[in-house]
């Protein structure tokens, strides 16, 4: 089949990867313009431009769709279909319907939960039990249109947003490369319940500071769904203290929230939490450091029970 495919980040890169190895056609690839990062805010290209790139598949990064001032060059490429995953924009009318078979999308969530930005994220946040992606033919909403196929994965208890991005991400590669092989024969298109639907936005580096005074779970997703970005954090006598992996514990303390009711090398660090449950916190990270063990961070920078983290 003859494909445009519109993606920009990680998460869109599985899929265009299968979509090569299944043989399709891959007309082109359309991503957002390269962008500064870094600490020299080096320009560079997103993900998909660059698997893109090495496969010698011709790439555009246009700014805007408006106008019709993308309509020559999509009439030109004579997509039979165009897949979109991930791509950041919202497509005029005369894109979705320029393709003979559509735009279909994969969506990093069981639509019609979860539309919008970040679904992944959102889903560790909210300690949900259960993740998945769907393929869905577009419209001019967000997220809003007919859903073509579903696919369900269950969410481990201390699953990090990283580690379910990761898996949805093959997930949605392979349930693409299944719709696509279904598209000619057609299957049912199911319209959303939009009495069901639920928006989510981007993530802020606003939102990383624990809340102690919250229940441990509540500690405990919010440490999970923040990695990799933004990273959850606390203070320790002021200052930062990145935290990027907890434990659910039997434990309970009737301590005021943030106790540190044991920090040892061995055993690791325990704070208590709102609801009076203790939370174990089995990885951190210091200012200008890496990544490291609890254990390994309280060898070098002792802390004594009854300090109060958050201060």
């Known amino acids: ?5 519109m993606g920009t980040p990680d998460f869109a890169v599985a899929s265009l990867e299968r979509l090569i190895a299944d043989g399709h056609d891959i007309a082109a690839v359309f991503t957002q313009p390269d962008k500064p990062q870094g600490r020299k805010m080096k320009l560079t290209p997103p993900p998909v431009k660059q698997v893109a790139l090495t496969h010698h598949i011709p790439v555009y990064q246009p700014e805007t769709f408006k106008n019709e001032s993308q309509l020559p060059l999509l009439r030109e490429l004579a997509p039979e279909v165009i897949v979109v995953v991930a791509y950041g924009k919202l497509l005029p ?3 979705l319907e320029l393709p003979k078979y559509g735009c279909i999308n994969v969506h990093g969530s069981l639509l019609p939960k979860y539309r919008g930005a970040a679904p992944v994220q ?15 033919y577009m419209d001019r909403g967000l997220d809003t249109g007919d859903i073509l196929l579903t696919r369900e994965t269950a969410v481990g208890e201390n699953e990090t947003a990283g580690e379910l991005f990761d898996r949805l991400a093959a997930l949605g590669a392979d349930l693409i490369s299944e719709t696509l092989s279904r598209l000619p024969q057609g299957i049912a298109r199911t319209p959303q319940d939009d009495s069901q639907s639920t928006y989510v936005s981007v993530l802020d580096k606003s939102m990383a500071v624990i ?5 441990a779970q509540q500690v405990h997703n919010r ?7 933004p990273v959850a954090l606390t203070t320790r006598g002021g200052v930062r203290l990145k935290l990027f992996q907890s434990r659910m514990t039997d434990r309970s303390a009737q301590v005021p929230a943030g106790t540190v009711v044991e920090a040892d090398a061995k055993t690791g660090l325990f704070v208590a939490c709102g609801d009076g449950r203790v939370l174990q916190i089995t990885e951190v990270q210091m200012v200008g450091k890496k990544r490291m063990p609890a254990g390994d961070y309280l060898r070098g920078h002792a802390m004594q029970p009854g300090t109060i983290l958050g201060d």
């Open 1 to 5: 089949m003859r494909i445009v495919y």
């Open 93 to 95: 009318q005369y894109v």
């Open 122 to 136: 959102w889903m560790v946040l909210n300690g949900e039990t259960t993740a998945g992606v769907t393929t869905m």
């Open 211 to 215: 809340d102690w005074t919250q229940p």
């Open 223 to 229: 440490i999970r769904g923040l990695d990799p970005w």
